[in-house]
């Protein structure tokens, strides 16, 4: 069935450095890649996403590669601050109307 | 502008009983989807509803149903809940197909 795997489970990083969080999908005609951050106890927010007929997304200090051959998407986060820490979420819309998300990822940036 | 509200927060009910949870969408959207989070897992995709119908279900069993109303907003009711069911309920809204979720914060369901 449709699947994402997320890598790794969780990351820690001293602040400043940067973080890279993978994932894998299954289904060969998901074309929308959402990222999400969710923050303890509260909802997910989306932080960026790509489609498929682009390589690579940039906003700031975030930016989201796309391999469609490859079928991985990866988040690269790059100086990173201690509020950037919360466990981030990859998806992969399948079909026309549902997303399927990744096990997620706790992002602790060490001050 | 109205984010996804959802209600209630908090919720405690016995195995065996009925759960109602609500969710106002986001002004602007038409479409609401609803997903189950487990404790350290991604949300799982339980239905999404658009013009008043159930237009694309997940794996989950008849016991979930809902409803979405004229104004667009929606509820998810739970029948016979198991503890299994004890979990994170979000909401999400969308307009049309569904790019770009807005999330509420969600109803925490525990099941005794």
């Known amino acids: 069935g449709e699947n994402v795997e997320q890598h790794p489970s969780t990351l820690s990083v001293q602040e400043g450095d940067s973080a890279v969080i993978k994932c894998t999908y299954s289904d060969s005609a998901s074309n929308y890649f959402p990222w999400y951050k969710q923050e303890l106890g509260k909802r997910p927010q989306l932080i960026i996403d790509i489609r498929s007929n682009v390589g690579e997304k940039k906003d700031q200090r975030i930016a989201v590669t796309l391999n469609k051959t490859a079928k991985h998407f990866s988040l690269h986060i790059t100086e990173t601050q201690p509020e950037d820490s919360a466990v981030y979420f990859c998806?992969?819309?399948?079909?026309?109307?549902?997303?399927?998300f990744g096990t997620g990822t706790r992002l602790k940036v060490l001050a | 502008d109205a984010g996804v509200t959802q209600s209630p927060t908090h919720l405690i009910k016995t195995r065996g009983q009925q759960v109602t949870l609500r969710c106002s969408p986001k002004s602007g959207h038409d479409t609401v989807s609803w997903y189950q989070q487990a404790l350290g897992q991604g949300p799982q995709f339980i239905f999404q509803?658009?013009?008043?119908?159930?237009?694309q279900r997940g794996n989950f069993p008849d016991r979930f149903s809902g409803h979405q109303f004229p104004n667009y907003s929606s509820e998810l009711n739970v029948n016979a809940l198991l503890l299994g069911d004890s979990a994170l309920y979000l909401c999400a809204s969308s307009r049309g197909t569904g790019y770009g979720y807005t999330f509420g914060s969600g109803t925490r369901l525990t099941v005794v």
């Open positions: 998806a992969a819309q399948s079909g026309t109307y549902k997303y399927i």
């Open positions: 509803y658009y013009e008043e119908e159930e237009r």
